[in-house]
């Protein structure tokens, strides 16, 4: 398969990350295109937006071709399949996401890897990409130029180059690069099963209310897995996700004699 056209999605929104990517796909596509949600999205998966106006404006000030749509990730990789507004892609990039999407969590939370997974069900194969971000970097990460932009475009060029023509239909690939991603290792882990433990903290607020705030913390992570390849042995981990795996066959085939 040779990739005719790309489009690029995120959930973070309007940050370098997804400039990054863009100008990757540049590289291989004069004609690729992105569009990314207004605000940001983050871990609402492949969520899409109904009985609400959607709207697209293109970035001004921007080099290359950007538009910004009201919605979801899922809802921009859908526009650009369906709304005839665009050449329908024939590969679909989400990223560079702010912070690593690791484990079966992430598959079914993120909205970086939600865009790729609206693509593979229209048959059109999707590369999420996420950089391991350190929680003092993460704020600075949403503005301006990232420290390592120009070497990060050439490193996303070269997974791309050597993925090219590799993802089946109904599949996509879940990339992971270190902070340290130059001269890393690519390897290629199952998912954990799950990265963090969610911890619900209850609090008060000024009306004397009680509110809870959510956030999750380190699980002891599986050998082998994404989740260690990255954290702990610092290469850049691509799981291979498929959509035709999600059916459990045999359980079909057990509730089928049962009934």
């Not at 329908?88 to 890897?113: A, C, E, F, Q, R």
């Not at 607020?205 to 509110?211: E, F, S, T």
Request: a positive charge; hydrophobic letters at 40%; one cysteine or more.
């Amino acid at each position: 398969m040779i990739f005719m056209t790309i489009m690029i999605a995120n959930d973070d929104g309007l940050t370098d990350g997804i400039r990054i990517l863009s100008k990757a796909a540049h590289t291989i596509d004069k004609n690729s295109y992105t569009i990314t949600p207004s605000q940001q999205q983050s871990a609402v998966a492949k969520g899409i937006t109904l009985h609400k106006i959607l709207r697209l404006r293109r970035v001004e000030n921007e080099k290359m071709s950007i538009y910004e749509l009201n919605g979801t990730p899922a809802d921009c990789v859908s526009f650009g399949i369906c709304s005839g507004e665009f050449k329908k892609p024939d590969l679909v990039l989400s990223g560079i996401n702010i912070g690593n999407n690791l484990s079966m969590h992430s598959l079914y939370s993120s909205g970086t890897i939600g865009a790729c997974l609206e693509a593979a069900i229209y048959k059109i194969p999707g590369i999420a990409f996420s950089l391991e971000i350190h929680k003092e970097n993460k704020e600075s990460a949403n503005y301006g130029e990232w420290k390592k932009h120009g070497t990060l475009v050439k490193k996303v060029v070269q997974i791309l180059k050597m993925l090219k023509g590799k993802i089946p239909p109904y599949a996509i690939l879940n990339v992971n690069l270190p902070i340290e991603f130059e001269n890393a290792n690519i390897v290629f882990p199952r998912p954990a099963f799950i990265q963090y433990v969610s911890v619900l903290e209850k609090r008060i607020d000024p009306n004397g209310r009680n509110y809870y705030w959510q956030y999750g913390e380190n699980k002891e992570c599986e050998k082998e897995s994404d989740v260690y390849e990255l954290c702990v042995n610092k290469n850049i981990t691509i799981t291979p996700i498929s959509l035709l795996k999600v059916v459990d066959d045999e359980l079909i085939e057990r509730l089928r004699k049962a009934f």
